[in-house]
């Protein structure tokens, strides 16, 4: 048996294209910020964005009349084909498929829409809160800090709020994490203190701390909606829509309060570039926002991780790009980037693992991933075929205890007089032949 198995779904083509858009999207915002400027104000700036993902949630409105036309046209085919339209079995399997959300849906729902809104404003509330600028903070330490933990936390929320059992190979795979962790940790503190100077130090941690309150409040709502998933008749692009209006609603009611509570100038910059982008930002958000709740609607909200180590890896690719342009750059730089690009392979590769995309068939890792589980299922069924069709095992299932050793010791003497019988007639035959 090799070290590893790979078991890849048809699904993980959502990760890669996530990857793809993810990082394309940091480069954009890294490397052409005046394509992301919409106002000379941060924190209107970073409000925008909000904007613009909460359009992209109402997109999935199109894909919900795209499945409910569809749905339709299956349901109307069916009634030609097959089923008469007053066949109570047809009357039966719509009201299967219609059947009312639990009293709870719109409660968690109501949580849902509140959480992500909270979510998504952490950037703006954090240039509020500190005051500082976005060249004066590390957002490859930002990124890293906020997703391991969000990666902690959605183990911790999954054992007890989701009640998931937790294995011999989550555990190690949760000290592999911890350990790439702290590899980045090291590497994102020596990038700063070596490599960028303009970069403050003190002010990156008051900002990341405001923002580790995202590590926190995105893995529970993943939490809820796998929740929501599990015990409702709902469609990713289905929730994905209401979530979009009910977050549409609080937008409404807040920002007249947040624009003039604060006195805001109304100075927005909408050059023909920014308009573009913007377009192009909100579409790559709704893909993205998509295929994030088709994963945790086929897998898991722990899955979350392999989507959104994309924006690690995007700002290290940066940091790489930042690294060849800079004419001062020396091996202490290259050896830096490679400890950071280590720090996520092994981060990612024990997510695999956790998520049991990865099997390592080595010290008992391999016993209780769901494979192995079914495996071991079919084996014992095979060997309870073999052993109904064996007389001897008929006869003593339909005894009693206390008759249980007899039979067992008559059939010992059974075989042995049987063997011996064979003996005499084996020497018989020699002495015939002879």
Not at 180 to 197: E, P, R, Y
């Amino acid at each position: 048996m090799s070290l590893l198995t790979i078991r890849c779904h048809k699904y993980f083509t959502y990760v890669i294209i996530y990857w793809v858009l993810e990082i394309i999207l940091r480069l954009m915002i890294y490397l052409q910020s005046d394509f992301f400027t919409f106002t000379q104000d941060i924190i209107q700036n970073e409000y925008m964005f909000v904007i613009f993902l909460n359009a992209a949630d109402l997109l999935s409105g199109f894909l919900v009349l795209y499945t409910n036309q569809s749905s339709k046209t299956k349901r109307n085919n069916i009634e030609k084909d097959i089923l008469s339209p007053k066949d109570p079995k047809n009357e039966l399997i719509y009201e299967e498929s219609g059947k009312a959300p639990k009293k709870n849906f719109y409660i968690k729902v109501i949580i849902i829409v509140i959480l992500d809104y909270i979510s998504r404003s952490f950037f703006w509330i954090s240039y509020a809160i500190t005051g500082v600028k976005s060249e004066d903070v590390s957002h490859l330490l930002e990124k890293d800090v906020i997703i391991t933990l969000g990666i902690f936390m959605r183990y911790i929320f999954s054992i007890f709020i989701l009640k998931v059992t937790i294995y011999k190979h989550n555990v190690c795979s949760i000290i592999s994490i911890g350990i790439g962790f702290v590899i980045l940790l090291i590497t994102d503190f020596l990038l700063i203190v070596l490599t960028v100077n303009s970069i403050k130090i003190d002010k990156t941690l008051y900002y990341v701390g405001i923002l580790l309150l995202r590590g926190i409040s995105f893995p529970y709502e993943d939490t809820l909606v796998k929740q929501i998933f599990s015990e409702n008749n709902i469609l990713p692009e289905s929730f994905q829509f209401l979530r979009g209006l009910g977050e549409m609603i609080l937008i409404i009611l807040i920002t007249p309060i947040l624009f003039f509570s604060f006195d805001l100038e109304n100075k927005f910059n909408f050059e023909p570039e920014n308009i573009i982008t913007a377009i192009l930002y909100t579409l790559a958000e709704f893909v993205k926002a998509y295929f994030l709740l088709k994963i945790i609607y086929h897998f898991s909200s722990q899955s979350v991780p392999f989507l959104t180590l994309s924006e690690s890896l995007g700002g290290t690719i940066t940091e790489i790009i930042k690294i060849f342009k800079d004419e001062n750059k020396d091996a202490d730089d290259f050896i830096l980037i490679t400890l950071e690009i280590l720090g996520i392979f092994i981060i990612l590769f024990s997510s695999l693992v956790y998520d049991e995309v990865i099997i390592i068939n080595k010290w008992k890792l391999n016993e209780n991933v769901k494979i192995g589980i079914i495996n071991r299922g079919e084996l014992e069924m095979k060997n309870m075929n073999k052993l109904d069709n064996n007389p001897l095992h008929l006869k003593l299932t339909l005894m009693g205890e206390e008759d249980f050793k007899k039979v067992y010791d008559d059939n010992e003497n059974e075989e042995k007089q049987n063997d011996e019988g064979k003996d005499e007639e084996n020497e018989m035959k020699e002495i015939n032949q002879n």
